[in-house]
């Protein structure tokens, strides 16, 4: 990662050839081995250009790589995957890591990681529960993706995750309810 502050030079060009043709690109200088990087993305409008530039300029000014930055899951979990899986005993990293490969990765790992939203979670969970996933399987792929995400937060990528995915498991939130509610009658007043 460059540190805090690194110096980014931008551009918007317009390609008219392309389906898609506003292309944005940022340049920076890695202080560490002194080489030029650089990294660019297309868009449909010069404002969503010109919205990405700006983006990886706050990015660049907490401290945060352009790379890393736009990276999607994928990617991201793979180079995060060691910091991710820390302290989990062996018998829970295989299902996790399971959970991981076969479900969020196919389901999510194309999209950047700025663009996991709570909406894409919630609508990929209730695709696994549609597909008869069992709640263990469930709990241990969105187990996964939220350790990844919270790495993503620690790093600055994005700002916040949202923990769980309400409705995924019903009967465990009656439970939760059901155990609040026992509680607050059953306190001594």
């Not at 010069?46 to 919205?51: K, W, Y």
Request: proline share 6%.
């Amino acid at each position: 990662m460059p540190p805090v502050g690194v110096s980014l030079s931008d551009d918007v060009e317009y390609r008219g050839d392309r389906r898609q043709p506003y292309r944005a690109r940022v340049r920076w200088t890695d202080p560490a081995t002194n080489r030029r990087r650089s990294r660019s993305e297309s868009f449909g409008t010069a404002e969503a250009a010109q919205g990405w530039v700006d983006a990886m300029r706050r990015a660049a000014r907490g401290g945060v790589d352009p790379i890393a930055a736009t990276m999607t899951l994928a990617e991201y979990g793979d180079a995060v995957m060691s910091l991710a899986v820390r302290g989990l005993e062996a018998k829970t990293l295989d299902p996790y890591l399971a959970g991981w490969r076969k479900r969020v990765v196919p389901a999510l790992g194309h999209l950047p990681v700025r663009m996991i939203t709570n909406g894409a979670v919630d609508r990929v969970v209730h695709a696994w529960i549609a597909d008869e996933c069992s709640r263990s399987t469930v709990k241990n792929s969105l187990a996964m993706l939220v350790r990844v995400t919270e790495q993503a937060v620690r790093d600055g990528i994005i700002d916040r995750f949202r923990r769980g995915c309400p409705g995924a498991c019903p009967a465990e939130d009656r439970r939760v309810r059901l155990t609040v509610h026992d509680t607050a009658v059953s306190a001594p007043g």
